[in-house]
C-alpha cells in the first residue's frame, strides 16, 4: 500500500453527488489534466530528486501519484460541477450571516475532512508534509475546476506561510493547526480605494504599541472571502 502521512485524511471522508447536490443538475464537463500534469513534475520539476531529500523520507512516487489522482477525482467530480452555480447563485449576505452557493459547504466540509489543505505543511500541525510541488499542482487542479471555491485554501495557506514564518509561539499555537487543517479559513485584505492590485499605493499599516499589541490604520474596501 501507499504510506500517507495521515492515512486516515488523505481521501475524502465525505462526498457530493453533482447529480443530486442543490442547484447542480448541470454537470461539468472539466477534466483534470492529470497527464500534464505528471509530465510538468517529473520532466521539469524533477519531482524524483524532491523526493530524495531527507524532508520527503516517507513519500514515494507512488504516495505523489495517488495525492494527484484523489486531487483529480476531487476537482472533476465535486469541484467543478459547482463552478456553474457559484457564478449564478453566488454567496449573500444578510444579518451578518454570508451563505455560500448551493453546494459550496459540502464541498467544503469533503475537502477539509479529507486533510487537503494540510498538503505541504508541518504534520505537527495537522499537515501531510508533502513538497510543494505536489501541493502546487493539486492547487492549479481546484483552480481550474473552480476559482470561486478554490480561492478560499489558497488565501488560508498564505496565511499560514505568514504565521509559520512571522508569528510568535503563541500565535502559532493558537491558530495553526486550525487553518492547517482547514477548520479555520483565511481572508486576504488587500484593495483599498486608492488601491486595488497596485500594491505600492497601499496606505495601510500596522505599528507595534507599548503592551505588545498592534495599532492598525487605513481603509479595505474589500475582503476577499471573508465579510
Known sequence: GVAFHRRDSILPN?????????GSAIMSAYQAPLKDIRFTLNQICDLEAVLSLPAFADTDGETAEAVLAEA???AQGILAPLNRQGDTQGSTLANGVVTTPDGFREAYAAFRDGGWNGIPFDPDYGGMGLPLSIANACAELWNSANMGFALCPMLTQGAIDAIGAHGSAALKQTYLENLVTGHWTGTMNLTEPQAGSDVGALR????PAADGSWRIKGQKIFITYGE
Open 14 to 22: 465525505q462526498s457530493v453527488n453533482p447529480k443530486t447536490a442543490k
Open 72 to 74: 483529480g477525482r476531487l
Open 204 to 207: 495601510s499599516r500596522a505599528e
